[in-house]
């Protein structure tokens, strides 16, 4: 079994500021690691995902979240925020080793922060 | 092309009735899954379908929950003798084959039991 923690609940910066959202995770097994995002009134959206490789990903729009492994840690970070990055952050994980067909897939997701970015 | 759809976006129901929740997965996403999000909550697996069976079903609360996709495509959710604890916002989410490790997800469906 896995479970993941999110250290803050809600996190207020202001327009252009850096920012980190810090997720823990626990498996006794390999994890894929996933963000996603929570606009207001609007369905999750994945944001990046960690698979392999590189331990160092990626989105989009700026984000970037590292896999450490050794800390157990996928925190997610962004250099300059936006107004319109204000939304509920949700950090979760998979199964790696999971065979399709049984459990393959099934996400176990944090609390989820909420980032409100003050102009 | 279109995303995954959920019926209805709301649903207000009273406490002893039965609700049905529907899900229409992206096309070709052999993949489905049910979660629930409570309030201020990260969202709770329910259950997980590989075509038309269920993979998976340990997130099922308790035998008042059951779920069906007869056809290997859309999904219903059926909740029998709703309690007020069963109220949330019931997401769905599917994924293809070629990348399985990526849900996507629908709006969700907001249930309120009184």
């Known amino acids: 079994a896995q479970s993941v923690t999110q250290l803050d609940s809600q996190v207020p910066v202001f327009e252009e500021a850096p920012v980190e959202l810090r997720c823990n995770y626990s498996s006794s097994v390999s994890v894929y690691l996933f963000w996603y995002v929570q606009y207001p009134n609007q369905g999750l959206q994945l944001l990046l995902k960690?698979?392999?490789?590189?331990?160092l990903v990626e989105s989009i729009n700026g984000f970037e979240a590292e896999f450490n492994k050794s800390q157990t840690s996928f925190h997610l970070r962004k250099p300059s925020v936006h107004i319109s990055d204000t939304a509920e952050y949700f950090c979760?994980?998979?199964?790696?080793?999971?065979?399709?067909?049984?459990?393959?897939?099934?996400?176990?997701f944090g609390q989820g922060t909420i980032l409100t970015v003050h102009p | 092309g279109a995303g995954v759809s959920q019926t209805p976006s709301n649903k207000v129901t009273e406490k002893g009735k039965y609700v049905e929740l529907r899900c229409d997965p992206i096309s070709g996403h052999t993949a489905l899954y049910w979660y629930r999000q409570s309030l201020g909550q990260g969202p709770e697996f329910l259950i997980y379908f590989q075509g038309t069976g269920a993979a998976d079903d340990s997130g099922l609360p308790n035998d008042r929950f059951f779920a069906v996709r007869p056809e290997g495509s859309v999904s219903t959710l059926k909740i029998q003798r709703t309690e007020r604890g069963d109220s949330a916002v019931y997401l769905c989410?599917?994924?293809?084959?070629?990348?399985?490790?990526?849900?996507?997800f629908g709006p969700g469906t907001r249930l309120l039991v009184l």
């Open positions: 979760a994980v998979s199964d790696q080793t999971a065979a399709w067909g049984t459990s393959y897939g099934k996400l176990t």
């Open positions: 989410a599917s994924s293809s084959p070629l990348q399985a490790e990526t849900q996507y």
């Open positions: 960690y698979l392999s490789g590189s331990t």
